[in-house]
């Protein structure tokens, strides 16, 4: 495992591609009116004490406007989309709560086709998989507003013109993919000029963004611009970032791996899993001590299989499963297939969308046949009881050596 890790002193470093690669990122103009276009963002990160407000990804057009950018502000998840070249046109979204601290977790920012969805609804961001509480400012797009033009540039841990940069934070892996709500497109059959981007940080030597297109693959190489940032192997911050910040994570340089298979009811499902230290580990800086989250995945759909790298630990983990909880159910909210909503008054049942469509603008009357679909305005779904998280262990697991 490895990753970028910006430092708690970083005064002036980030990466960016030295190019303005010739694929965007366009969501709003005419001819997606039938496609149905979403694009995410989906990153591992983890921060420690100081990194409140640090700049996460920010992407540029070839004029030198920010189109988007994702950052943390007071210790929340914070995304901005900028309508093109026009500064008081803007949609943004913030999270309730603030990220964990000393945790490596999964974020996914989705940014849906504007104006095709009433409101805010589909602007979501997803944390280990479940969707979290925002709030949103500025104006709703309409269908002939574009975001992004065809040439683009990606900074990684940079902000704006001022120059602020990321601090204390780790970030394991990062892609920009353009996803299909609705219509026949899909991630590897889009427009010419709509293209997925896929950090490679395998290497200190060879830090990159792979590109990819319909008829188009090429990467676009990060340069390290500055100091302040360093590429690491490990699975979060280093033990070095100061303060109660990070978990000290002991081990032997091994590798070591966590491997099994989620079932419900004998059959394989897809569930967030986490591997977490049996034993209270030290904190750098500080008497505390923690538990630590080693690692998370999804288990696969199909086989319910799934890996876990827990490096460097050698020591007894605990493996959690947990269902997806699904989103607080809103009025007047448009659903896709595979949306899960749950009550205002939890019952101990979500509601998977079988059909898409949208709901109603008074909270129905939740119902618990799980054998029948059920209308939530033009939508429709299925009721299953929430599965409560499922624990195994403790666990040794498998050590490679080095």
Not at 56 to 63: F, H, K, Q, W, Y
Not at 86 to 91: A, C, E, K, L, V
Not at 151 to 173: E, H, P, Q
Not at 336 to 359: L, S, W
Request: charged letters at 20%; one cysteine or more; hydrophobic letters at 35%.
């Amino acid at each position: 495992m490895a990753g970028v890790f910006f430092d708690k002193d970083n005064i002036d470093g980030y990466l960016e591609t030295n190019q303005y690669s010739p694929f965007g990122f366009h969501v709003g103009v005419p001819y997606f009116s039938h496609d149905g276009y979403s694009h995410k963002i989906w990153m591992l990160l983890e921060r420690g004490e100081g990194s409140d407000n640090s700049p996460l990804v920010n992407i540029v057009t070839n004029e030198g406007n920010t189109a988007l950018y994702v950052r943390l502000t007071d210790g929340k998840l914070d995304c901005k989309i900028q309508i093109y070249n026009n500064p008081s046109r803007y949609f943004q979204f913030t999270t309730v709560d603030p990220l964990p601290l000393d945790e490596l977790i999964e974020i996914a920012a989705i940014f849906d086709y504007p104006g095709k969805y009433a409101d805010n609804g589909n602007l979501k961001i997803y944390i280990n998989g479940t969707s979290v509480a925002v709030t949103t400012a500025g104006y709703y797009p309409s269908t002939s507003d574009t975001i992004f033009d065809t040439y683009i540039k990606v900074d990684i841990g940079r902000g704006d013109a001022t120059i602020d940069v990321a601090k204390n934070v780790f970030i394991k892996d990062l892609a920009i993919l353009p996803e299909t709500v609705s219509g026949s497109p899909t991630p590897d059959n889009f427009h010419l000029s709509i293209g997925k981007w896929q950090a490679d940080f395998s290497a200190a030597t060879d830090l990159k963004l792979v590109c990819t297109r319909t008829n188009y693959d090429g990467d676009a190489p990060l340069t390290l611009i500055n100091s302040g940032v360093s590429w690491i192997e490990g699975s979060g911050l280093p033990d070095d970032t100061g303060g109660a910040g990070g978990i000290i994570i002991p081990g032997n340089g091994n590798t070591t791996t966590i491997q099994g298979t989620v079932t419900e009811d004998g059959i394989p499902v897809s569930r967030r899993v986490f591997a977490i230290t049996q034993s209270l580990l030290e904190v750098a800086g500080s008497e505390q001590t923690r538990h630590a989250v080693l690692d998370s995945t999804l288990s696969d759909p199909a086989t319910g299989d799934y890996a876990l790298d827990t490096s460097p630990y050698e020591g007894e983990v605990l493996v959690l499963a947990m269902d997806n909880y699904g989103q607080l159910w809103q009025p007047d909210t448009d659903y896709q297939v595979g949306d899960v909503i749950r009550p205002a008054q939890f019952q101990g049942y979500i509601y998977i969308c079988t059909v898409a469509g949208t709901g109603d603008s008074t909270e129905p009357q939740w119902w618990f046949d799980i054998e029948n679909n059920q209308a939530i305005g033009t939508a429709q779904f299925k009721a299953k009881p929430y599965t409560r998280p499922l624990a195994h262990g403790p666990l040794l697991p498998e050590i490679t050596p080095s």
